[in-house]
Every structure is written in C-alpha cells, then in structure tokens.
C-alpha cells in the first residue's frame, strides 16, 4: 500500500501546485488568447494533464519500488521532481503572470529536464524510458504550441 501511496502523494502536490500556480482563470485566460489552426480545445489539455500525471505516478511507482539506489535512480528521482515543479512554474507564467515569452522559455528548460529523464531512465529502467517517451515526443508538440501563441499574442 505504502508503494501507491508515496509516488500517488508526490502526484497529487504537484498537482495542487499545478492548480495553484495557474490560478482560478484559466478559461478566462484560454478565451483571450489567439491559437494556431492546430491548438487542442481546453477540455483536451486537461485529458493531456491526466495523462502527463499518469506518467508521472508510473516512472515514481517503478522508481521507488526498486532496490536498486545507484546514481542514476538519484539523478532520475530528483529530474522527475524537478520536472512536476517545471511543469507547475509553466501554469505560473502562462496563467497566473500572463507571460508568454516566460512560458515558452520554461518549456524549453522544461523539455531539457524530460529528454535528461529520458536518458537516465534508459541506463535504469527501460520501462519508465518507455511510458515517457511518447510524452518526449509530444512535448514537440508542445514547444510548437508555446512558440505560435506567443508569437500570436504579441
């Protein structure tokens, strides 16, 4: 039980900080802004969000429940920590401080930290490697996404 429950508790606070950090406007904020002709509606980056902590909860899960306490299960620990906080900073700067310039950037530091995830995991687990790495592909999407509606909204 103890398994679940830590990496479902590291999911969960990031979440809260995600909500947090985003504010209470979120659709406010989406209403005002201009997207590219490919930009998902709201009620899909919500189910990206599920999915994105889905992956998170699954690299925690094997993580913590491996015996094994090497260097890169550190390094891979502390990334995937990094990473939910990153990804609470971008709500912060996109949402909450209306700066687009800030998120974009954000999600480029963003996408370093997932791809040096990506890295460790392969050396140490390649089932996380591989949960995570259609999210290392979406986040081309994502990047994209970021660039345009900055672009857009000057």
Partial sequence: MVRILMPLGFVVIAAMLEGLFAGTRVKQRFAELKFPWYSLPLPAWYIVGILYYSVCFVVLFRLLGSDARES???????????????????????????????????????????????????????????????????????????????????
Avoid at 78 to 89: E, S, T
Avoid at 101 to 113: A, D, E, K, R
Avoid at 135 to 154: E, F, T
């Fill in 72 to 154: 890169g299960w550190y390094v891979s620990f502390i990334l995937i920590l990094i990473l939910m906080f990153a990804n609470a900073g971008w709500n912060y700067f996109f949402f909450r401080s209306r700066n687009l310039l800030s998120s974009f950037v954000t999600s480029g530091i963003y996408s370093l930290i997932a791809v040096a995830l990506l890295l460790c995991l392969i050396m140490i687990d390649r089932v996380s490697a591989l949960v995570l790495f259609p999210y290392i592909l979406y986040l081309g999407y994502a990047n994209m996404w970021g660039y345009q509606v900055w672009k857009l909204n000057q």
